[in-house]
C-alpha cells in the first residue's frame, strides 16, 4: 500500500535580503519534500531593510524563475507570517521546518531551537547543510556591507540582482533604512 502522506516543509526566515544561499536550499529541498512554503517571518532583534511586501515580491520572482528553469522538483509557495514559527507551520500543514547550516555555530542554535521546537510543539526539524560556495553568506552580512558603504556590485556571487538593484534604491531613498543601519551600535 503506498504511503499518501503529503510532506510540506516549511522553511522559515527574515529572507532580508534573501541570498543564493537561501535560493541553494530552496532548489535541493524541492527535491526531498512534496510541497516546500518559503515563509516569511520578522526578526524583531535584527532591523529590517525590506518589508514584507518587498521582499515577497523579490522572493515571488526569484522563485517563479526556479520553477520555470527547474519545473521538476516540488512546487514552492511564498507567504509572509507574524508570530511563532511553529504556529506558521501548523497552520500551513508543514510536517518539517527546514533550517539551512552553515558551520558548527548555526548547528548549535539551531539544534537548540529545534529541541524546543519538537519539545514544545511536536514538530521536527530537518537541517540542510548549505552549498559549500555560500558557507560564509548570511543576510546580516550583505546588509552591514550596503550601511557601511562596500560596494553592492561586488556581491554578484553570493546575492541576486534584483537584492542587489533594491538595495541601491533603498540607498539612494531619504528614509534609507541602511543609513541608519549604520549609525546602529547593534546591528549583527
Do not use: W
Amino acid at each position: 500500500m503506498a504511503d499518501t502522506t503529503k510532506h510540506v516543509a516549511l522553511y522559515a526566515g527574515s529572507f532580508d535580503p534573501i541570498t543564493y544561499g537561501h535560493l541553494d536550499v530552496v532548489s535541493r529541498a524541492r527535491t526531498l519534500f512534496d510541497e516546500l512554503v518559503l515563509g516569511l517571518g520578522n526578526n524583531p532583534e535584527k532591523p529590517a531593510v525590506f518589508s514584507f511586501e518587498e521582499r515577497r515580491e523579490m522572493i515571488g520572482q526569484l522563485v517563479d524563475d526556479m520553477l520555470a528553469e527547474a519545473p521538476d522538483g516540488a512546487p514552492v509557495r511564498v507567504e509572509s507570517y507574524t508570530g511563532l514559527t511553529v504556529d506558521f507551520a501548523r497552520q500551513v500543514g508543514a510536517s518539517a521546518i527546514l533550517r539551512g547550516i552553515r558551520n558548527v555555530t548555526d548547528l548549535a542554535m539551531e539544534c537548540q531551537l529545534a529541541i524546543t521546537n519538537r519539545q514544545v510543539a511536536e514538530i521536527e526539524t530537518v537541517f540542510m547543510i548549505t552549498g559549500e560556495r555560500y558557507a560564509f553568506t548570511s543576510s546580516s552580512l550583505i546588509r552591514q556591507v550596503a550601511a557601511l558603504g562596500g560596494s553592492l556590485d561586488r556581491l554578484t556571487a553570493i546575492v541576486p540582482q534584483i537584492v542587489i538593484d533594491r538595495m541601491k534604491e533603498k540607498m539612494r531613498s531619504e528614509d534609507n533604512p541602511l543609513a541608519r543601519m549604520a549609525r546602529d551600535e547593534h546591528i549583527d
